[in-house]
């Protein structure tokens, strides 16, 4: 069974840019999660996307933005990128969203950004 | 809003010791998870754990859901190299089910 799928692994952006960034959860995971991690930060939450509906959001500027396509596959996109937002974004999928969770959550092997 | 205070941030260790850390909280969890993460990858689940005073065993691993709700620990007996990474414990309250994480303790094992 193949495991969740980020894409792409590396990239190097400037200010101002915007960037995408696309994940594809396990076959039969329906809910797809965003995460952030930086070393100050630790793994901050971005957002949850279930039947491609947002259900849950962190305290992101609205730069930051995702959506979920009908095959579960998941987007997010950062525009006007700043040099706060190098990270690794990590996705993460599981079978059921929110409260249906127990927290069980498959990640990625994340997208590593740069800004300069 | 909720916040998990997760101690110590780092540690190194000679091969063989045993290894605790812990996540406090001010508010309540339903669940509690403890995730660990190896250099490039993402982080993977070790021990989930669902109820009040629950202790669950992992091989070496050892993670046990706080009476209060509040808190959790994890420990690692008889470390090996490969226990080398980022621990991370998570947890989900309200109603959302929304998985929050701790800073994380980063572990070194000293052959």
């Known amino acids: 069974k193949a495991g969740v799928t980020q894409t792409p692994r590396y990239l190097i952006k400037t200010r101002g840019q915007q960037v995408t960034l696309s994940c594809s959860p396990i076959s039969g995971h329906r809910s797809v999660s965003w995460y952030q991690q930086t070393p100050g930060q630790g793994l901050q939450f971005l957002f949850e996307?279930?039947?491609?509906?947002?259900?849950n959001k962190g305290n992101f500027p609205g730069r930051f933005s995702g959506r979920q396509f009908s095959n579960s596959r998941s987007e997010m996109n950062v525009s006007t990128l700043e040099l706060g937002d190098s990270a690794l974004y990590l996705c993460?999928?599981?079978?059921?969203?929110?409260?249906?969770?127990?927290?069980?959550?498959?990640f990625g092997e994340g997208s590593r950004l740069t800004v300069l | 809003g909720q916040q998990l205070n997760q101690s110590p941030q780092s540690m190194f260790i000679q091969e063989g010791e045993d290894v605790s850390m812990n996540c406090t909280s001010s508010?309540?969890?339903?669940?509690w998870l403890w995730y660990k993460q190896d250099p490039g990858e993402g982080p993977v689940l070790l021990i989930a754990l669902y109820k009040a005073g629950e202790l669950t065993s992992n091989g070496r691993l050892t993670a046990q859901f706080g009476i209060t709700r509040k808190d959790s620990f994890l420990n690692i007996s008889a470390s090996i190299p490969s226990d080398v990474g980022i621990y991370f414990c998570?947890?989900?309250?309200?109603?959302?089910?929304?998985?929050?994480f701790g800073q994380g303790t980063t572990l070194q094992v000293k052959p």
């Open positions: 993460a999928s599981s079978l059921n969203p929110g409260a249906l969770n127990t927290g069980e959550l498959f």
């Open positions: 508010s309540i969890f339903n669940t």
């Open positions: 996307y279930f039947s491609e509906t947002q259900r």
């Open positions: 998570a947890g989900t309250t309200g109603n959302t089910g929304k998985l929050i």
